[in-house]
């Protein structure tokens, strides 16, 4: 499993903007679609709203990656 960590610049990050800020997605469309498939786990529950506001301490998962989102450096 390929892990990313990913620091936020604010407050929250909308998942899908993450997905495309960490290259698992190269189109926010494609992250999307990605979504709203059923394929995205936050926390280990799937999550179909693309704009969630994803905060630091939270895991997302997708295929082989998981992505650990943590505070602004």
């Known amino acids: 499993m390929q892990i990313i960590q990913f620091h936020t610049r604010g407050e929250f990050i909308e998942l899908n903007k993450l997905l495309k800020a960490?290259?698992?997605c190269?189109?926010?469309g494609t992250a999307g679609a990605l979504i709203t498939s059923g394929s995205v786990l936050v926390n280990g529950q799937v999550e179909l709203r693309k704009a969630c506001k994803i905060r630091p301490g939270q895991v997302v998962q997708t295929g082989a990656v998981q992505i650990?989102?943590?505070?602004?450096?």
């Open 22 to 24: 960490t290259d698992v």
């Open 26 to 28: 190269s189109s926010g």
């Open 68 to 73: 650990n989102v943590l505070p602004p450096k």
